[in-house]
């Protein structure tokens, strides 16, 4: 098994920064990728980007594109994600989840998710 203990959200202004961390545990030798999600209020999860942790290829949706930078420190066992230019829009519960074999953004291929940190964006 393997266990993600996310952190770092929070409230910011609309233009601000954050930084989420995402720490995995456990049998963390399985992790082919890790990638973060995000679920608004009423709305369905979304995929955000994915980082694969040999190598560090990246992979972005088109909403994180220029704003977002995942990045991953293999060491520490941590995935990050930094968000820049902030927008109410990007108001959501994040996920960090983590998959054994999949880099792409299927959630339903990734194996193992994190209790999920809240960020708010106000305008």
């Known amino acids: 098994q393997v266990q993600l203990v996310e952190s770092g959200g929070g409230l910011v202004q609309a233009g601000g920064s954050l930084r989420l961390s995402c720490a995995a545990s456990?049998?963390?030798?399985?992790?082919?990728?890790m990638g973060w999600f995000r679920q608004a209020p009423g709305k369905e999860r979304e995929f955000v980007a994915v980082?694969?942790?040999?190598?560090?290829?990246?992979y972005y949706a088109d909403s994180a594109k220029g704003r977002f930078t995942i990045s991953r420190d293999n060491a520490k066992n941590t995935v990050y994600l930094q968000m820049n230019s902030l927008k109410p829009e990007d108001t959501a519960v994040y996920y960090c989840?983590?998959?054994?074999?999949?880099?792409?953004?299927?959630?339903?291929?990734?194996?193992?998710w994190g209790q999920g940190t809240q960020v708010t964006v106000s305008s």
């Open positions: 980082v694969r942790w040999s190598g560090g290829t990246t």
């Open positions: 989840a983590a998959s054994t074999w999949y880099s792409g953004s299927r959630d339903e291929s990734y194996d193992y």
């Open positions: 456990g049998r963390t030798f399985r992790i082919y990728a």
